[in-house]
């Protein structure tokens, strides 16, 4: 039983342009999160997709969207990319939203 | 979260001893509380969590504590194997909230 997957792993982008990534949540979860880790912190929520909505959201600009598929998949959009956006992006899901996350390993991004 | 920088505390264990790690957590509101581990190109995998109505609970070889009128949280590892050595983070969450929220991280370093 695969756990949650993302890809690709790693990606490098030019600054203003924009980036899409994927998850896969675990097998019998329908809930899906999005986390920014900046290196040597903690993740830090961006936003939560549940039944194809975007349930909550953190204190992230407009340029961060995203969407989930009716298998539960779910994508991150960023645009207009500034360096700051470099950091691993963690996709985590669950079976609902009052049970343990379960984290994939990650989308390094960097921004040049 | 706050901004600890490249620079996360570390904690020295010697092998075969046992580790304590320490988290102060930022809303007293917080219900659920949650311990990850998070190994070098990983993402964070679940330990133990939780609830506010308990003020311990027991895995293997894993015991949270939590004091509520301190707003502390503590993760207990008995007898430490290399295997241990990873960065630890404590999270919170509201009940009514979507989001989980994490703490500072802490590096756990095995000593042979």
């Known amino acids: 039983d695969a756990g949650v997957t993302q890809s690709p792993t790693h990606l490098i982008k030019t600054r203003g342009q924009q980036v899409t990534l994927r998850c896969s949540p675990k097998?019998?979860?329908?809930?899906v999160s999005w986390y920014q880790q900046a290196l040597g912190q903690g993740p830090q929520f961006i936003f939560q997709y549940y039944e194809e909505e975007e349930r909550q959201r953190g204190n992230f600009p407009d340029r961060f969207s995203g969407h989930q598929f009716p298998n539960y998949s779910s994508e991150l959009n960023v645009n207009a990319l500034l360096l700051g956006d470099s950091a691993l992006y963690l996709c985590a899901s669950s079976p609902g939203t009052f049970a343990p996350l379960h984290f994939g390993n990650g989308t390094r991004l960097t921004v040049t | 979260g706050e901004s600890v920088g490249l620079h996360l505390p570390t904690l020295s264990v010697q092998e075969g001893d046992n580790s304590i790690i320490n988290c102060a957590y930022s809303n007293s509101a917080s219900d659920y509380f949650i311990w990850y581990k998070q190994e070098s190109g990983k993402g964070p995998q679940f330990i133990i969590d939780?609830?506010?109505?308990?003020d311990k609970r027991q895995g293997q070889r894993v015991t949270v504590l939590l004091n509520k009128t301190v707003k502390h949280l503590s993760l207990q590892i008995a007898a430490t194997q290399p295997g241990d050595s990873a960065v630890y983070f404590c999270?919170?969450?509201?009940?009514?909230?979507?989001?989980?929220?994490f703490g500072k991280g802490t590096r756990l370093h095995i000593l042979p």
């Open positions: 097998s019998g979860h329908d809930t």
């Open positions: 939780i609830r506010s109505n308990m």
């Open positions: 999270a919170e969450k509201l009940n009514r909230d979507d989001k989980i929220i």
